[in-house]
């Protein structure tokens, strides 16, 4: 039987993981962590534990590889039947994924305090099905652990008391720090560029690589670049190049297999510039001071938008604010590295745990 007091932290893709360690090493013997297996794979996963110094989950589930709604009911089910069977102090979940609003339901389910870390992000898109993940996680939540002033003010506009607010900062702060490679020569090496001599692109995004004319139109853009793009292709994104025929498209890009987190964050910390419609990838620059133009129709963390990021729709924009970027990129680079994250200073962590502590002596 687990200790009732303990604190079970709910995970299931690359994203919790990186963005939940933190929290967890601070939690230490009180953290019970629940691997929902959304996007699970037994290599990755141990990389970001061993990473930050932690033990394996304790607890495995299996839900990938279904529908939405059959994640997030599975979820639902079998951490509602484990905190059923062994009760815990609260829940902790974070983002917006189907795992995240199956923790929040199952710990309303079963009267169990839940914490939200990274509360308050708002699109304002319901085509996004984060968007409401994250809505319902918020107003379920006991504690909402908003990374900006930006989330409070919009947790309030949701109609979230102020008293289950908490203005923590954002975790990936300590996670880049944290997994940021100190040689990176070698990666570049791998991929024959040079420092600031190569784009960095991310497209996985239903908006972009679901439409045939959109996904063209993205990787005519990064083809008519000057400068050298490495390309590390998401498998929905190639299987839907490879369905519509665009392969020739691809001919002028470096296109590489997926690349693990920390080579990922060498090359991004290493690039002129990236091109992406990843969430993380919006935080991240801004801790690694580089420019990111952000293809989307809405982005949830505008905090970055006008310092570290631009966001455009697909279409010859890509080519015109790059290519701006390109042709005073010392200075660029040079004013970004004078910018603070919006994400606060690597405490994140430690806020977040001060919280939780707050509420649970409270009840």
């Known amino acids: 039987m687990a200790d009732p007091h303990s604190i079970v932290v709910a995970l299931g893709t690359r994203p919790e993981i990186i963005k939940l360690a933190p929290i967890i090493r601070r939690l230490g013997d009180r953290a019970r962590v629940v691997h929902t297996g959304q996007h699970y794979d037994e290599g990755l996963s141990k990389v970001f534990f061993d990473a930050f110094g932690l033990a394996e989950p304790t607890h495995r589930l299996a839900i990938g590889g279904e529908t939405r709604a059959t994640q997030i009911g599975e ?94 900062g954002n975790t990936v702060v300590e996670a880049v720090h944290t997994l940021l490679p100190t040689e990176r020569a070698p990666y570049l090496d791998r991929h024959g560029v040079t420092p600031a001599g190569f784009l960095l692109a991310t497209f996985h995004r239903p908006e972009n690589v679901d439409d045939p004319d959109t996904l063209s139109v993205i990787l005519e853009e990064l083809a008519a670049l000057d400068t050298p793009t490495i390309l590390p292709m998401h498998p929905r994104t190639r299987a839907r190049i490879e369905s519509f025929g665009l392969g020739e498209l691809l001919d002028r890009l470096q296109v590489v297999e997926p690349v693990g987190f920390q080579e990922f964050l060498a090359l991004s910390a290493e690039c002129a510039v990236l091109v992406s419609d990843s969430g993380g990838v919006q935080e991240e620059v801004s801790v690694l001071k580089r420019p990111v133009l952000v293809v989307r129709r809405s982005t949830e963390r505008p905090e970055v938008l006008g310092t570290f990021a631009e966001r455009v729709l697909p279409g010859h924009d890509i080519g015109r604010v790059v290519g701006g970027w390109l042709a005073d990129l010392p200075a660029l680079h040079e004013r970004l590295a004078t910018i603070p994250s919006p994400y606060g200073e690597g405490d994140a962590a430690e806020r977040s745990v001060a919280a939780i502590d707050d509420l649970l002596g409270q009840r």
């Open 75 to 168: 979820a639902t089910r079998r951490i509602g039947e484990h905190l059923t069977d062994e009760p815990a102090a609260a829940v902790v979940a974070q983002g917006d994924t189907n795992t995240t609003v199956g923790a929040a339901l199952a710990a309303n389910a079963t009267n169990t305090p839940l914490v939200h870390i990274e509360a308050g992000l708002r699109s304002f898109d319901r085509a996004m099905p984060e968007e409401h993940n994250r809505v319902v996680t918020d107003v379920l939540s006991d504690l909402c652990c908003a990374p900006t002033n930006v989330s409070r003010a919009n947790l309030l506009e949701s109609g979230i008391p102020a008293d289950r607010i908490a203005v923590t």
